[in-house]
Nanobody, 122 residues
């Protein structure tokens, strides 16, 4: 009943920029925490950045100063603006959200998107 749809992935050159988006849809009462994680080839899935409904942010050290996360609460959408990209940013990027849903908001769940490939290469 809740879906996360990601878009914006693709190929970018080192030093370039990319903006991803993730839209949550379905029967949603609230989304507290929403953000992005990534999984490089052969590695585990790690934090990129998250943002709460009140605007509190959390960034991985590797992206601080380069990436900026924001959200549009009215559209249930979260964006990472990724600047000064490096080859080590290459990964599958996954949207994540803590969602309260149901007719009465009776249950909360953590959801993942399907992932979108980001490749940083010349």
């Amino acid at each position: 009943q809740v879906q996360l749809v990601e878009s914006g992935g693709g190929l970018v050159q080192p030093g370039g920029s990319l903006r991803l988006s993730c839209v949550a849809s379905g029967t949603i009462f609230s989304i507290h925490n929403m953000g992005w994680y990534r999984q490089p080839p052969g590695n585990q899935r790690d934090l990129v950045a998250t943002i709460t409904s009140d605007g509190s942010t959390n960034y991985a050290d590797s992206v601080k100063g380069r990436f900026t996360i924001s959200r549009d609460n009215a559209k249930n959408t979260v964006y990472p603006q990724m600047n000064s990209m490096k080859p080590e940013d290459t990964a599958v990027y996954y949207c994540n959200a803590d969602v309260r849903s149901g007719v009465w908001g009776q249950f909360g769940n953590n959801y993942w998107g399907q992932g979108t490939q980001v490749t940083v290469s010349s």
